[in-house]
């Protein structure tokens, strides 16, 4: 029996929690240290721990490089469409108090909204690197 077997079915069983803390980091940074940063290097290192284990051309069928690429830019225009939507709700550039009739509410949700953005995009950085690293060669 090869050692790798344990180490293979160890991974399998924590990526699913790995994937599942980091957005519990997210969606908890308004509450305890953490947030879309944290959150999305978690998330990323779950897939490199899945890329180390079982390979990099796995890993990338499971999440294409040009799936990587398109998270990046798509946490900035979800971090700066929120705050061109609330220019558009007649307030400032992230005043987040626009984006419902509750400003507590409002505050909440563009909190989420941005945070998320920057986990995506931290997701997709995290990724690119790691694929562009252990590409090289190839």
Avoid: C, W
Avoid at 114 to 136: D, K
């Amino acid at each position: 029996m090869r050692l790798d077997v344990v180490l293979r079915v160890v991974t399998k069983l924590l990526l699913p929690f790995m994937v599942m803390f980091g957005f519990y980091i997210h969606f908890h940074g308004d509450y305890i240290p953490g947030g879309g940063f944290q959150g999305g290097v978690v998330i990323a290192a779950a897939v490199i721990l899945y890329a180390i284990m079982f390979g990099l051309d796995r890993a990338t069928r499971v999440l294409p490089v040009v799936v990587v690429e398109k998270m990046v830019s798509l946490g900035v225009v979800i971090f700066a469409g929120t705050g061109v939507a609330t220019m558009l709700l007649g307030g400032n550039f992230l005043d987040y108090d626009m984006l419902a009739a509750d400003p507590v509410k409002g505050q909440h949700m563009g909190i989420l909204i941005i945070e998320l953005g920057v986990l995506i995009s931290v997701t997709g950085t995290m990724l690119a690197i790691f694929y562009a690293f252990a590409g090289r060669g190839r």
